[in-house]
T-cell receptor, first 115, second 113 residues
Framework: DADVTQTPRNRITKTGKRIMLECSQTKGHDRMYWYRQDPGLGLRLIYYSFDVKDINKGEISDGYSVSRQAQAKFSLSLESAIPNQTALYFC??????????????FGPGTRLLVL | DQQVKQNSPSLSVQEGRISILNCDYTNSMFDYFLWYKKYPAEGPTFLISISSIKDKNEDGRFTVFLNKSAKHLSLHIVPSQPGDSAVYFCAARFQGGSEKLVFGKGTKLTVNP
């Protein structure tokens, strides 16, 4: 079974709709992240959470919100979807205990299309 | 302003030859660098990393070189295999405990049989 799972894998929605993307992990990591990837661009950080009570905005948080329901779950919401939020969304986790060698492990991604 | 730059969107090499992927950065506060590989319809997977206190790290066919004075790192794949065909992302992390990564735009590597 995959260590980091994302649901749904694909989603088509309409402008103005509220949608939620979910991420679950079985790695036991305390840190979780949400990124988006657009064609020709690298991954850009939306939100990150270092533990259940710690939520931080990333580079492009406008139009998004998150919820860290448990150590293993981190959800991303688009309150009112707009077409330029069409992108590939990735969840990632990392283990602070790795120290300087901490790396992030990514889920398979959710492809979102906003019409 | 892009802090991590991968100036080559694509690279094509023959199987068995060396692949060299380049990455430049602008912020001297980065202390750790990583390479990720991404296949279509999958998430990025960690490949290899290097701390700013080193200038080389090797793992099998993959070697990363860091030139701090030039703010440049490169990933060497020797020998290249068709299964290495993927998009490669360079990423950098700031000093001071922040675990946020800054990614480059990626280089699509195609290894031809």
């Amino acid at each position: 079974d995959a260590d980091v799972t994302q649901t749904p894998r694909n989603r088509i929605t309409k402008t103005g709709k509220r949608i939620m993307l979910e991420c679950s992990q079985t790695k036991g990591h305390d840190r979780m992240y949400w990124y988006r990837q657009d064609p020709g661009l690298g991954l850009r950080l939306i939100y990150y959470s270092f533990d259940v009570k710690d939520i931080n905005k990333g580079e492009i948080s406008d139009g998004y919100s998150v919820s860290r329901q448990a150590q293993a779950k981190f959800s991303l919401s688009l309150e009112s979807a707009i077409p330029n939020q069409t992108a590939l969304y990735f969840c990632a986790t990392s283990d602070a205990g790795q120290g300087i060698q901490e790396t992030q492990y990514f889920g398979p991604g959710t492809r979102l299309l906003v019409l | 302003d892009q802090q991590v730059k991968q100036n080559s969107p694509s690279l094509s090499v023959q199987e068995g030859r060396i692949s060299i992927l380049n990455c430049d950065y602008t912020n001297s506060m980065f202390d750790y660098f990583l390479w990720y590989k991404k296949y279509p319809a999958e998430g990025p997977t960690f490949l290899i990393s290097i701390s700013s206190i080193k200038d080389k790290n090797e793992d099998g066919r993959f070697t990363v070189f860091l030139n701090k004075s030039a703010k440049h790192l490169s990933l060497h794949i020797v020998p290249s295999q068709p299964g290495d065909s993927a998009v490669y992302f360079c990423a950098a992390r700031f000093q001071g405990g922040s675990e946020k990564l800054v990614f480059g735009k990626g280089t699509k590597l195609t290894v031809n049989p």
